[in-house]
């Protein structure tokens, strides 16, 4: 599985961006999906999750302003951000969750794409 994010910039406080992770290769083997974000100096941390049943986990920090979703094929996943906070500004990475009869569980991260947001 190769993941590829995309979809950030820099924008105002109170803003909206919508970042995009596709997946390719074995999508098949995808259990879950999730969003990380690593703002400078600070540990990486999870924003929000999505399985291929279609359930949902945010972070408290961005619950009622951050949307996850994807295509039921795990080939496309989706993070809308609305009413974005100079916190938020950090770079954003799409992890995959895998499982095959070879190789067990793995994990498989993105490139980030950075997310500014101007005060």
């Known amino acids: 599985v190769q993941l590829q994010a995309s979809g950030g910039g820099l924008v105002q406080a109170g803003g909206s961006l919508r970042l995009s992770c596709a997946a390719s290769g074995s999508i098949g083997s995808i259990n879950s999906m999730q969003w990380y974000r690593q703002a400078p100096g600070k540990q990486r941390g999870l924003v929000a999750q999505?399985?291929?049943?279609?359930?949902?986990n945010y972070a408290d920090s961005v619950k009622g302003r951050f949307t996850i979703s994807g295509d039921n094929v795990m080939n496309m996943m989706y993070l809308e951000m609305h009413s974005l906070k100079p916190e938020d500004k950090a770079v954003y990475y799409c992890?995959?969750?895998?499982?095959?009869?070879?190789?067990?569980?793995?994990?498989?991260w993105g490139r980030g794409t950075q997310v500014t947001v101007s005060s």
């Open positions: 999505i399985t291929t049943t279609g359930s949902t």
């Open positions: 992890l995959a969750h895998t499982y095959t009869t070879r190789l067990g569980q793995q994990q498989v």
